[in-house]
């Protein structure tokens, strides 16, 4: 086995009914490497980290987890060291913050039932408390999250997902699976959420970031997967990604050459010679601003 190789997806399949939402999905991910999932609304992004977290099972494919087959529900793919934040941030509401974030902690420590029962009996649980505190309050600093005693439910939803991804990393997850981080936050907020990207990186274990923010994705990450219905359109290099016929073409729904084609054919008809030597960008509002190409290469 490839031992860089943290996480291997294979023919990953998602049907709901007669909806296709992830159609034969392969992907590699290796050690300290951060991988940007990108795709318009409904290209099967989360459905994508849904099936690898375990919140919901695979119609076809599987998933290695170093070399191990990968099955089960979340929590026992959460013990075998997956840590994912939510697209709208799953946290404890009526808990305090400190009490979230020391539930990363634990589910980190106790992350085999056996352990879970040694550790009750041993009385290991009660000088663990104290570091637990230390390792949250250090935790918090260093996101820039204040206010511990705050309920989670009382903060913004910025605040919220930085805690959650505090949490999260509170696991020491092998892969941390970030379902759009960034919606929400303040520059502080999106500064703490990039640090702890690179503190997953430092550990030599691995990320899959997504976002609608395909510029700011292209700028943390390592390589992109895009979606498009489904399937992977593209599978590399951030720079290359952006560059590609098929970013075009999932945005746009085509490439500059049918463009210049089209642009052609209609000058053809017009009358006009000068069109088409130009073509440029759709202007039709219709066409969501998010994740536009032309907002992402400037
Ligand atoms: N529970 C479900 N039942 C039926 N169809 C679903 C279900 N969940 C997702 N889908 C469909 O699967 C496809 C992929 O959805 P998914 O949420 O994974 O896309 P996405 O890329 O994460 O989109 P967004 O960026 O809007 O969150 C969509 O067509 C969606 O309507």
């Known amino acids: ?22 159609a034969d999905v392969s992907f590699e991910l290796r050690a300290g490497e951060i991988l940007g999932l990108v795709g318009p609304n409904g290209a099967g992004k989360t459905t994508l980290v849904d099936l690898i977290s375990g919140a919901q099972a695979a119609t076809a ?6 070399g ?55 009385g290991v649980v009660r000088p663990q408390r104290a570091a637990d505190r230390e390792g949250v309050r250090q935790l918090a600093h260093e996101l820039g999250i204040e206010g511990l005693d705050r309920e989670a439910g009382d903060l913004t939803l910025g605040e919220q997902r930085l805690v959650e991804v505090g949490r999260a990393l509170g696991q020491n997850p092998v892969v941390l699976l970030l379902d759009e981080p960034f919606a929400g936050s303040d520059a502080q907020g999106v500064a703490g ?3 702890v990207i690179r503190t997953v990186q430092r550990r030599g274990h691995a990320v899959i970031l997504v976002d609608h923010n395909v510029d700011l994705v292209a700028r943390l990450v390592d390589r992109v997967l895009l979606l498009d219905r489904g399937r992977v359109a593209f599978d590399g290099e951030p720079a290359e990604c952006l560059a590609s016929p098929q970013m075009q073409q999932v945005y746009f729904g085509s490439t500059d050459a049918d463009e210049d084609e089209d642009d052609a054919a209609t000058a053809a008809v017009a009358g006009d010679a000068s069109a088409g030597a130009d073509a440029t960008a759709p202007t039709d509002d219709s066409v969501p601003r998010q994740g536009r190409v032309e907002d992402v290469r400037s």
């Open 68 to 122: 191990q087959r990968l099955t089960g529900p979340a929590s026992r793919r959460a013990r075998a060291g997956l840590g994912r934040t939510f697209q709208y941030p799953q946290l404890a509401l009526h808990l305090s913050v400190r009490d979230n974030l020391l539930l990363g902690r634990h589910a980190q420590r106790h992350n085999t039932p056996w352990r879970m029962i040694a550790g009750a009996f041993t």
């Open 61 to 66: 494919g599987e998933l290695l987890l170093r």
């Open 1 to 22: 086995m490839d031992e860089t190789k943290l996480l291997v997806g294979r023919g990953l399949t998602k049907r709901y009914g007669g909806v296709t939402a992830l």
């Open 193 to 195: 959420i990039a640090d």
